[in-house]
């Protein structure tokens, strides 16, 4: 639980003596820093016309204040919150028998579905963009779930497998003019392929070391395919790329944009169909033992080559799709689209939402999608916004938004059900 | 009786450090025997050697399986090695902490089933049928070992010893035919070293196994063995039934220091 669990309950009688005083320095404290940390933005303004410096100490007063207040606040919150952990988490328990349980959860996924089907039809296109792009991430964010979440493989580098999709369409349709329904499964497998190619050398590595080889190979191929004008035209891309083909019917940009948001719709389900099957068989358990003990998973008889591969393999497999679609979609890529930046977005997407957990990485995925697109009025503080967000999501709930829970067993005494 | 395992003067350095010095050891099929040796000997290195987890500088590991062909051991990854039929517990517990206590026995049935990819995508009735059986050859084996309430727990939030069980219970989910425990009384109470004591015995009759273990603990390693090896730097400095060792000079030298009066023995204290 989070920090503030910590205190003993015994404690809590001599800090009631006190009243406010705890909280009031503690206030005092966050003000004063919050001044100090503000002050050259905040109260310092040059004026370039004149060269002068305007002083705007009412600015400062008011920082002060309000953070004092809010910190203040805050404080008396967490102490009232404090004594009643037990009821906390009586809560979490509670979201999660609303979870599990069919007579809430039913009607919950006929709603999501029947408006999931609605949407593309009353949105407007620009709406519709935006979902199919948060559709990708969540096939992106459940494909790294594979690599990270389960298999525990820390992959700084996922977006090169991204790229191979994406480039696989452009190139593959550019020279040899095929379709988007035959590449997409090749370029699923070509991905499968420079997953398995970026898996062998790092199959010896774990944990920070894999983390770097991974961001260096994902720099190494955006480096290429930046440099390489013959083969990927450089920076400036890829452009006219065919969007996907509806048995030879024209479409408008409008109604192709429909069309792919319901391919997208589809593909989502079968990444969740596949990973759901994967995480409860023999491999899905493998991955998980190989990232909770390496050695003891082999000791048990898994062979950590396979699983490692074969977590890369799959992992890349769906990045390599989710990257078909995108250069479907936006029908222009260039290397660009593949920075560092895209990884740790995916990566940021698998944590938040809880390592393992499919429910919490569609979750996340949305939010952080779809969150910095309806609040671009904040446009300017999106990345301030962006890293609390983070920040309050890891200390209050450091499993993710919704954190991976194991499969519960139920046994009579000689017939045995699984229940989920 | 017949040999399980032969070991052959086996070596093993860690760069100028001979860690192991022409170590023999044979374990008949269905005994329980012992390593035993101050800190330091060798112990968990020979282990190391006997799994695969460390490659042998020189020397032979054999492993006689009944009714089929023997099976030179070293040379071969830690997982063939688990296949073929030895398992392994590790001094410093190695859970599955995250998975709950049946999914580590389910873990441990891994080399014994065969879905893959595609059984696990598709599910057919061949997977459907050997999950089903995972799960109840799984709960079986914790029943055995009185983990049977807690099959869906989180293995780190057992208490230490269940924790040391479990350990044992998913090594058996292997279906070895030679057991390694490395020091499984360790941090245990008297009162649950007793327990240790009889559940061993009881496994080894059981399901006819063949224990190797390294242990500290004098009073369990007198009761329970058949044969003591004793390491000392490396090097096998006594072995024998548990009268012979506990009066073996070599072994008093090791334990006491040269300095002991000659009728100190072993496993007094």
């Not at chain 1, 002068?52 to 600015?59: E, Q, Y």
């Not at chain 1, 944009?257 to 409860?280: E, M, P």
């Not at chain 2, 007793?194 to 004098?218: A, Y």
């Not at chain 2, 009268?243 to 000079?249: F, K, L």
Request: hydrophobic share 50%; net charge neutral; proline share 4%.
């Amino acid at each position: 639980m989070a920090f503030w669990d910590d205190h003993p309950s015994k404690k809590s009688k001599s800090v009631f003596h006190m009243k406010f005083t705890e909280e009031i320095k503690r206030s005092i404290y966050v003000a004063l820093w919050l001044m100090l940390l503000t002050f050259p933005i905040i109260v310092i303004k040059v004026n370039t016309i004149d060269n002068v410096i305007i002083w705007r100490w009412s600015n400062i007063a008011g920082i002060g204040l309000a953070s004092f207040l809010l910190s203040f606040f805050w404080q008396l919150y967490l102490r009232k919150k404090a004594p009643e952990k037990g009821v906390a988490m009586e809560k979490e328990s509670f979201f999660r028998r609303l979870l599990e349980n069919p007579k809430i959860y039913r009607p919950a996924l006929i709603i999501i579905a029947s408006c999931a089907l609605v949407f593309p039809f009353i949105a407007s296109h620009y709406q519709i963009n935006v979902m199919t792009t948060a559709l990708i991430y969540i096939m992106l964010g459940l494909g790294l779930n594979i690599e990270v979440g389960l298999a525990g493989l820390l992959d700084l580098g996922y977006v090169a497998f991204y790229a191979v999709g994406a480039y696989s369409y452009a190139l593959l349709n550019y020279h040899f003019g095929l379709g988007f329904w035959i590449l997409l499964p090749a370029g699923a497998l070509l991905a499968a392929l420079f997953g398995i190619l970026v898996g062998l050398p790092v199959l010896r590595l774990s944990g920070d070391y894999l983390a770097i080889v991974t961001l260096a190979f994902a720099e190494i191929l955006r480096l290429v395919l930046e440099n390489w004008n013959d083969f990927s035209f450089g920076p400036s891309g890829i452009s006219n790329i065919p969007r996907p083909g509806l048995f030879g019917i024209p479409l408008t940009p409008e109604q192709s944009a429909v069309y792919l948001y319901f391919i997208l719709i589809a593909l989502c389900l079968l990444t969740i169909f596949v990973i759901y099957r994967l995480q409860h068989s023999r491999i899905g358990r493998a991955w998980v033992a190989m990232r909770e003990d390496e050695l003891a998973c082999q000791a048990m008889g898994i062979d950590k080559t396979k699983a490692k591969l074969a977590a890369f393999a799959l992992g890349a497999t769906w990045a390599g799709m989710a990257g078909v679609l995108f250069a479907a979609k936006t029908t222009f890529i260039n290397p660009a689209s593949f920075t560092f930046l895209e990884s740790a977005m995916i990566l940021a997407i698998v944590v938040l939402g809880g390592m393992g957990s499919i429910l919490g990485v569609i979750t996340a995925a949305l939010a952080i999608i779809l969150l910095p697109e309806y609040l671009r009025v904040f446009s300017d503080y999106r990345m301030i916004l962006f890293g609390a967000a983070l920040i309050l999501v890891m200390i209050f709930r450091p499993g993710g938004l919704m954190a991976e829970k194991r499969r519960q067993y139920q046994f009579h005494h000689t017939d045995i059900e699984d229940k989920t | 009786m017949e040999y399980i395992l032969d070991v052959r003067a086996l070596s093993m350095d860690f760069g100028g450090l001979r860690a192991l010095e022409n170590v023999d050891l044979c374990i008949r099929q269905g005994e329980i025997a012992a390593l035993i040796g101050p800190n330091g000997a060798g112990k968990t290195t020979l282990f190391n050697c006997l799994t695969g987890i460390y490659q042998p500088t020189a020397g032979t590991i054999i492993l006689y399986p009944p009714k089929t062909k023997s099976k030179q051991l070293n040379g071969l990854k830690i997982n063939a090695i688990a296949k073929l039929g030895m398992a392994r517990t590790f001094q410093n517990i190695r859970l599955f902490g995250g998975m709950t206590v049946l999914e580590n026995v389910m873990v441990g049935r891994h080399c014994r089933s065969g879905a893959g990819l595609l059984g696990a995508i598709f599910r057919p009735p061949t997977t459907r049928n050997e999950e089903k059986e995972i799960v109840r050859k799984s709960y079986t084996i914790l029943e055995y070992m009185g983990l049977a309430q807690q099959v869906n727990e989180l293995a780190r939030n057992l208490p230490y010893g269940a924790q040391r069980r479990l350990e044992i219970a998913r090594a058996l989910a292997t279906d070895p035919l030679l057991l390694l425990l490395d020091e499984p009384a360790a941090g245990m109470n008297p009162q649950e070293t007793n327990e240790l004591d009889s559940l061993i015995s009881q496994l080894q009759k059981d399901f006819q196994l063949s224990i190797l273990l390294i242990e500290h603990d004098m009073k369990l390693v007198m009761n329970l063995a058949q044969n003591i090896f004793v390491l000392d730097y490396g090097k096998e400095i006594a072995r024998g039934t548990p009268q012979e060792v506990r009066n073996h000079p070599a072994v008093i030298k090791a334990y006491l220091g040269e300095e002991e009066g000659p009728d100190a023995e072993i496993g007094q204290c």
